[in-house]
């Protein structure tokens, strides 16, 4: 078992950036492969950003890639997503997720969820 917190989301202006935090507890952190998935009013949640267990490998969403970065701290048993060139599409509620495999871009393949965090975003 894992327990998943996230923080740092909130209000911004277009062009802005936030960078969200992902505390983890419970089983070794560096034993699972993480993920960031966002969900927006409705629609259905989509797969953002992917980070493996020691942060060589990650993925990115086309619509994020070039201003999002993940990345993770064992050590301090966190993952983060800064965001940069904020825009209004990007608002959502942003969850952090972990799986033991490789990567995967669907939320079905994720073991533990946080309770996300709403990022909003101005024009």
């Known amino acids: 078992q894992v327990q998943l917190v996230e923080s740092g989301g909130g209000f911004m202006q277009a062009g802005g950036s936030l960078t969200l935090s992902c505390a983890a507890s419970?089983?070794?952190?560096?034993?699972?492969?993480m993920g960031w998935f966002r969900q927006a009013p409705g629609k259905e949640r989509e797969f953002v950003a992917y980070?493996?267990?020691?942060?060589?490998?990650?993925y990115y969403a086309d619509s994020v890639k070039g201003r999002f970065t993940v990345s993770r701290d064992n050590a301090k048993n966190t993952m983060y997503l800064q965001m940069n060139s904020l825009k209004p599409e990007d608002t959502a509620v942003y969850y952090c997720?972990?799986?033991?495999?490789?990567?995967?871009?669907?939320?079905?393949?994720?073991?533990?969820w946080g309770q996300g965090t709403q990022v909003t975003v101005s024009s």
């Open positions: 419970g089983r070794t952190f560096n034993s699972f492969a």
């Open positions: 997720a972990a799986r033991t495999r490789g990567y995967s871009g669907r939320s079905d393949d994720y073991d533990y």
């Open positions: 980070i493996n267990w020691s942060g060589n490998y990650r």
